[in-house]
């Protein structure tokens, strides 16, 4: 079965708005012909007149009026698809998917996430909780385009992983406590501690600090959310281990931050899949690396 072309439709809409196939035809820059050719294919794909003529107006017949109002919905949904793809291929529509740790995406996206509002508001970017591991198997396998994910990882076939960021992890502290300038493992793994969940990359770390000074504490509890560890030191439950990003608020006046000694660093890095990279997940990652720290 022959299919209805386009550019057939746009003929006959073209010749209903003006009443006329010489009008059309200068309409469409088409020579005559090639619309009088064009209304004969779409009259014998149909089957029936699509065209009355009477005193030298020329008009659709009953027929007719049905593909034209159909014609004209189909052409305007094609211009609306073009349109949508030249603008995601433009860089200006798109959709970016990205993986991210909560840390990551309550305290560094956000300001990655403005700046895309701003400037490129038609982007959506779709967020996922994950930890490192799970994100670098979702990009592997093609269902996210970014990720943020701890340093090191060992390469991925197909992947790209560049560092980001360094932030220095701080000792949180209830402020009613008496603390020391600088924080040691020795005097650290004397207090009550509350650490983040063990299959974290921050985790591992933690326990590489206590360990290298002889140190293996057992915490009071392990979470995996940065926010719900702090209103437990805010309320005295005890000291917490976390990054802390520079551009971030002072918390909560209930808690004090000090420096470890010695220092510890949460390395982030960006990952996505080697090769071309679509326009609206470079300005995503252009966002990102304004964020960049040494």
């Not at 959709?95 to 403005?114: F, V």
């Not at 899949?273 to 990652?285: I, K, S």
Request: glycine share 6%.
């Amino acid at each position: 079965m022959r299919e209805i072309s386009l550019d057939r439709l746009r003929t006959l809409v073209a010749i209903a708005d003006h009443g006329s196939f010489a009008e059309a035809a200068r309409a469409l820059h088409l020579a005559p012909p090639t619309v009088s050719l064009h209304i004969a294919e779409l009259e014998q794909r149909v089957g029936a007149p699509l065209l009355s003529r009477k005193r030298g107006q020329v008009r659709p017949s009953a027929i007719g009026e049905v593909l034209v109002e159909r014609g004209r919905r189909l052409l305007a949904d094609a211009e609306q698809a073009f349109d949508d793809i030249r603008r995601q291929v433009e860089g200006l529509a798109g959709r970016a998917r990205l993986g991210a740790s909560t840390g990551a995406i309550a305290h560094l996206l956000p300001q990655a996430l403005e700046v895309l509002r701003q400037q490129h508001p038609a982007i959506d970017v779709q967020i996922a909780v994950l930890t490192s591991q799970e994100t670098l198997s979702r990009l592997a396998n093609g269902t996210l385009d970014i990720g943020l994910v701890a340093l090191p990882q060992p390469p991925v076939a197909g992947l790209v992983i560049k560092p980001w960021r360094r932030d220095p992890v701080m000792a949180f502290l209830p402020a009613h406590w008496q603390c020391p300038e600088r924080v040691t493992p020795d005097w650290l793994a004397t207090q009550p501690l509350i650490l983040n969940d063990a299959t974290t990359r921050l985790s591992r770390q933690t326990a590489e600090w206590f360990a290298a000074a002889g140190h293996q504490p057992v915490p009071r509890i392990q979470l995996n959310y940065n926010d719900a560890i702090k209103s437990l030191v805010a309320s005295g439950y005890g000291a917490a281990l976390l990054p802390h990003e520079a551009t971030t608020p002072v918390p909560d006046p209930r808690i004090v931050m000090r420096p470890l000694r010695p220092a510890l660093w949460r390395r982030l890095g960006i990952a996505h899949r080697a090769g071309p990279v679509e326009r609206a997940t470079q300005h995503v990652l252009d966002a990102l690396w304004d964020l960049r720290l040494a």
